[in-house]
């Protein structure tokens, strides 16, 4: 399906169909993948549909493996994920919550940088990447994480 893309004033790339918005066209495309009713990727096992690839390989290790496969494990507690973004985000989450409490966050923007993110996880996972302040005992540990 060949797709239209539109642009508002500010630049960015408008679903003609539901009216988000997206910076990229790529991720514009992939959105209006979304609304075909059919992703092009499919669970084996289960028949749930992906986007992407990677979500499916992902879905599949963690549903249908038959070993624990959550290997990323959080060295401050008994968290365990399948990937090293969602390990990052539940830090953030919830081993800097007072510090990302402290922030003046309104609209997933950035307070240091200004930087508008397109969600709170993404906020979140932005400031793992230096606009924050940490303890030094923290700062060490996402090092650790994002390395």
């Known amino acids: ?9 500010a630049g960015n790339f408008v679903c003609t169909i539901c009216s988000e918005v997206k910076k990229n066209q ?5 959105h209006m993948k979304k609304h075909e009713g059919h992703l ?9 549909e992906f986007l992407h690839a990677q979500t499916l390989a992902v ?9 624990n496969a959550a290997t990323l494990k959080c060295p401050c507690c008994p968290y365990k994920t ?5 390990r990052i985000l539940h830090f953030m989450r919830k081993h800097c919550g007072e ?4 922030l003046t966050i309104t609209n997933s923007t950035c307070p240091t940088c200004q930087k508008i993110c397109n969600s709170g996880a993404a906020l979140l996972y932005h ?9 030094a005992e923290k700062q060490n540990i996402l090092t650790e994480l994002i390395a």
């Open 82 to 86: 399948l990937t090293k973004a969602n």
């Open 1 to 9: 399906m060949p797709y239209v893309y539109q642009k508002n004033a």
């Open 59 to 67: 879905h599949v290790a963690a549903k249908h493996s038959k070993e």
């Open 99 to 102: 510090e990302v409490e402290r």
């Open 127 to 135: 400031l793992s990447t230096g606009c924050i302040e940490l303890p």
């Open 40 to 48: 092009p990727h499919t669970c084996p096992t289960c028949k749930k």
């Open 26 to 30: 790529n991720t514009m495309h992939y």
